[in-house]
């Protein structure tokens, strides 16, 4: 039949790739059918398909390989097979994160925060109904944008009480920002949000491309008053920003070991970059906290969708010497904000 000459074909191949029969076992390329029906994967060749199979087993190997370490109580996360799975780590990054341009004060201004120092011990915007939905940017470098409309969002449900899902997509178009070319900032996305205000979602949907500025004045436009830097490597300043205003855009390296399959626990990767040239991701800090084995940790909502991570967060190590940067490059949207 065509299915088993298909089979054949592609364990000649894959054998041809260098990968050993065994690898190729009923089960395992079950698993590759289940993978591309869930994940709704198309390949325009069949050695398109086999290249991104051999991907796929690799990457198998590492989570595999990751989570027994997990087990072991050797490091403090683990991962789990998701929609990345056929990529390399370097495709990865090369997709999903974009070098954070540096703070460049002749372009935007913001204020800065003086922390109180009395943040409570733990704290989740998410217990308080002032975080939307996870988003997903999809395949353009959009973050910078996401974590804008995050701390906005949040700090309209703190003047208002009501929740407003703001568009990533007007300040993509709109913010003269760095569009779909990753590194764009938050703080620039903030600042055209004082001056100019930001349509919701539902009137100017995500389109995951950039196109022409479409804001319109005939719908509700949500401002907000100022944007405000928390002190570069101060966790205690962030903590408190955190507590007390909103949720915090921060700029990160998201290259910690097998960041792409993080499914639970609190990331402690002391190889991962702390300041520029390695900030390479915009997320938004909703929370902090500490473990039941002590262990203190920021929440923070990605934006790649509910199915990556833990329903589309992830913790990561706080109070551990800025870990992967997440107090180096902060601001968040000043209140009040409000819908004109």
């Known amino acids: 039949s065509y299915l088993t000459m298909r089979t054949q074909t592609l364990s000649l191949l894959l054998l041809g790739l260098g990968l050993a029969a065994a690898s190729v076992l009923p089960e395992t390329r079950q698993e590759w059918e289940e993978f591309k029906s869930t994940h709704s994967k198309k390949y325009a060749t069949e050695e398109e398909e086999y290249t991104r199979f051999g991907i796929f087993l690799d990457n198998k190997k590492i989570i595999a390989e990751h989570n027994a370490l997990f087990e072991a109580g ?7 097979m998701n929609a990345f799975g056929d990529l390399t780590d370097a495709e990865f990054k090369a997709m999903y994160t974009g070098q954070v341009m540096p703070r460049d004060d002749a372009k935007v201004s913001c204020s800065s925060y003086f922390g ?6 733990s704290y989740d915007h ?3 109904g002032a975080v939307t939905p996870v988003k997903d940017q999809g395949q353009c470098g959009s973050c910078w944008s996401f974590g804008a409309t995050g701390s906005a969002e949040g700090q309209y449900f703190k003047s208002t009480g009501q929740t407003a899902s703001l568009s990533e997509q007007n300040l993509l178009d709109c913010a003269q920002n760095w569009g779909c070319n990753g590194g764009g900032r938050s703080d620039i996305a903030l600042d ?3 001056s100019s205000g930001v349509n919701s979602e539902s009137v100017y949907p995500y389109e995951m491309a950039q196109g022409w500025c479409r804001q319109s004045s005939a719908y509700s436009t949500y401002h907000c008053s100022g944007c405000v830097y928390t002190a570069a490597w101060d966790e205690q300043e962030l903590k408190d920003a955190v507590a007390s205003e909103t949720p915090v855009a921060v700029a990160i390296d998201a290259s910690p070991l097998h960041f792409q399959f ?3 626990g609190i990331i402690d990767d002391p ?4 300041d520029y040239p390695d900030l390479n991701h915009a997320v938004l800090a909703v929370g902090y906290g500490t473990n039941s084995q002590g262990q203190k940790y920021w929440t923070i909502k990605n934006s790649w969708g509910t199915w990556w991570g833990d329903a589309g967060y992830f913790q990561l190590a706080r109070d551990k010497g ?6 180096s490059d902060t601001v968040f949207a000043k209140g009040p904000c ?3």
């Open 338 to 340: 409000y819908a004109a």
């Open 74 to 80: 050797e490091i403090s996360w683990g991962v789990g």
């Open 271 to 274: 190889t991962c970059g702390t």
């Open 262 to 264: 993080y499914r639970t």
């Open 126 to 128: 998410r217990d308080h």
């Open 192 to 194: 055209y949000v004082t």
């Open 322 to 327: 800025n870990m992967c940067g997440v107090s």
């Open 116 to 121: 109180t120092g009395s943040a409570p011990e």
